[in-house]
C-alpha cells in the first residue's frame, strides 16, 4: 500500500509586506498522512516579477524547488503542493519523500546516512 504525503505545516520567511510583487522561502513539514511526524523541504514562492528581483542579487539559478503565484495567498500555496505532493505517493516513506525532492529539496537531500536521523 502507498504512503500517502501529507503536507502538515507550512513556515513562511519574509522580509517585509508579501503583497505585490513577492519572494518568500518556505519550509514546507511533510510526512505520511497517517503519522503526525514529518520532514522538512523547502521552497521559494513569489511572483514572475519578485522572483526576476530574487535573481537580480544572484548569478544564476536552479529552479527546483521555485512555485510561482500570481498573489500571495497561504491557503491556494498548500493546495497547490498539497496536489503536487500527493502524486508522488510511493511504496514507503523513503521512497516518497525522494519523490517528493525531485519538487522540493529535502532535508536529507543528498545524505547518504540520513535512516540514523529520521
Known amino acids: 500500500m502507498a504512503v500517502t504525503p501529507e503536507l502538515k ?3 513562511v520567511f519574509a522580509e517585509g509586506d508579501v503583497t505585490g510583487d513577492f519572494c518568500v522561502s518556505l519550509v514546507l513539514d511533510i ?8 520532514d522538512q523541504f523547502y521552497a521559494i514562492v513569489g511572483t514572475a516579477q519578485g522572483i526576476a ?3 537580480s542579487t544572484r548569478p544564476f539559478i ?5 512555485v510561482v503565484f500570481p498573489e500571495f495567498n497561504l491557503e491556494a500555496i498548500k493546495e497547490v503542493i498539497q496536489v503536487s505532493i500527493s502524486k508522488c505517493a510511493e511504496e514507503d516513506w523513503e521512497q ?9 529539496p529535502w532535508e ?3 545524505m547518504k546516512d540520513y535512516k540514523l536521523f529520521s
Open 53 to 55: 528581483d530574487f535573481l
Open 108 to 110: 536529507y537531500d543528498e
Open 96 to 104: 516518497t519523500a525522494l519523490s517528493i525532492n525531485r519538487l522540493f
Open 9 to 11: 505545516d507550512v513556515h
Open 62 to 66: 536552479i529552479c527546483r524547488g521555485f
Open 31 to 38: 510526512g505520511p498522512s497517517d503519522l503526525t511526524g514529518s
